[in-house]
Every structure is written in structure tokens, then in C-alpha cells.
């Protein structure tokens, strides 16, 4: 084997190495002390290779967002998937996202007025607190947020207020994301918090699970 591709192999393997052990201290940190990322972060992490993986429209198609419905966003974070989803429900529905962050909202909205989307109203709210009357949407999805929240289990909560019975929740996460969860601490959250799992999309590296809130209004009922 030629030096030079040794000492290429090896180069590699350190990276590999470096970006495996920065990783782990970066979920180690991130499990003990859970925070919203830095608003700043939103534009490093939405770049033209994640798009080109991630292609906005198939992402919001994957979600379940169709025309006509009330979707609510929960960190949109730059916004990219978030314009793809507006423009995915149409004029006959209704998106908003929300996020703890002012600087996220900021962006957001002159994002979204820039590219003439007039279906995307955001806002800066609570989780554990939605601005929002019960029932109020068919449809919430997150990606790769769930984690970052401190309590998720009394967000999941406020989740389920805010939905229509029979109304789905979508969790979408990725491995490379530091607060990454095992889908079975999502479906033991979302379980705590009074929704029924659906189903799962995807696998280990990128996966997406599907809640329903339970509707208690049929005769079985009572």
C-alpha cells in the first residue's frame, strides 16, 4: 500500500475518530442540562446537503401535511420545512409555527413575507402553554426538537390539548442530532401524555413516529 494512502487512511480514521468522540460529549452535555439550541444554529444546520437529503416537500408529504388542514409547528428552527408545509396545506388551510426564541420568529416571518407566503402565521409561545384553544389543530409535527425540551411529557400534554380527537402527532428525529431519543423513550413519553402510537417511519439513522390523540366522543365512549 503507498504511504500516501496510509497516511490518507489514517487521517480518516482520526476524523472519524474526533467527530465519534465530540458527539458523545455533545449528547452527554445535551442529556443533562436540555435547552432549545442557540437561534444561530438554525442556519448552520440548514444547508443545501441537508436539503438535498432531506427534500423539504417530501419531508412535509412524509409528515402527513395535506391540503385544507391546521398544522402547528413546534421549532422551525431556519424555516425551510416550514415554507414547504404552508405551501403543502394551501390557501384553504392554515400553518403556524412557534418558537421560544424571538430571533427565530424574526427570521421566520421576514422569510415567509419575503417568499409571499400568506398561510404561515408565527409566533413566539410555551410549549407547556400554547396560545391556542383545545382542538384547535389536525396535525403537529417536530423535527428534531423533542429533546431539547426540559419536560416533553407535559409538552406532549399541551400537544394533545391543542389537537382535534383523532388528531396526529409527528415526531421526526435524526442519529447526527445531538439530543437524539431511542423510539421507545418517544413512545413511552407520548404514551405518559395520552396518545396512542400509530406507527413508525424510517429506521435507526432517521426515523419519524406517528401519534394519534384518542377520540373519546364515540358511543363506546359514553
Avoid at 165 to 175: C, F, H, M, V, Y
Amino acid at each position: 500500500m503507498p504511504p500516501w494512502l496510509i497516511v490518507s487512511l489514517q487521517v480518516l480514521v482520526g476524523l472519524i475518530l474526533v467527530g465519534l468522540i465530540g458527539h458523545t460529549i455533545a449528547r452527554v452535555f445535551r442529556h443533562a442540562h436540555r435547552r432549545p439550541m442557540p437561534h444561530w444554529f438554525a442556519s448552520v444546520i440548514d444547508n443545501p446537503l441537508r436539503r438535498l437529503m432531506h427534500s423539504p416537500d417530501r419531508v412535509a408529504a412524509a409528515l402527513g401535511v395535506e391540503e385544507g388542514m391546521r398544522v402547528l409547528e413546534v421549532g422551525p428552527g431556519h424555516g425551510t420545512y416550514t415554507l414547504a408545509a404552508a405551501r403543502r396545506v394551501g390557501e384553504a388551510g392554515k400553518l403556524i409555527a412557534v418558537d421560544i426564541q424571538e430571533e427565530i420568529v424574526g427570521r421566520l416571518k421576514r422569510r415567509s413575507e419575503k417568499e409571499g407566503i400568506t398561510n404561515l402565521e408565527v409566533r413566539v409561545a410555551d410549549v407547556y402553554d400554547l396560545p391556542f384553544a383545545d382542538g384547535a389543530f389536525d396535525l403537529i409535527y417536530m423535527i428534531t426538537v423533542i429533546g431539547e425540551i426540559p419536560e416533553p411529557v407535559r409538552a406532549m400534554r399541551e400537544f394533545r390539548r391543542v389537537l382535534v380527537p383523532g388528531g396526529k402527532l409527528a415526531l421526526t428525529e435524526r442519529i447526527l442530532d445531538p439530543d437524539y431519543p431511542l423510539t421507545k423513550t418517544l413512545i413511552g413519553w407520548a404514551e405518559q401524555a395520552g396518545f396512542g402510537f400509530v406507527k413508525r417511519t424510517g429506521n435507526l439513522i432517521r426515523y419519524t413516529l406517528f401519534f394519534e390523540k384518542p377520540d373519546m366522543s364515540g358511543p363506546e365512549c359514553g
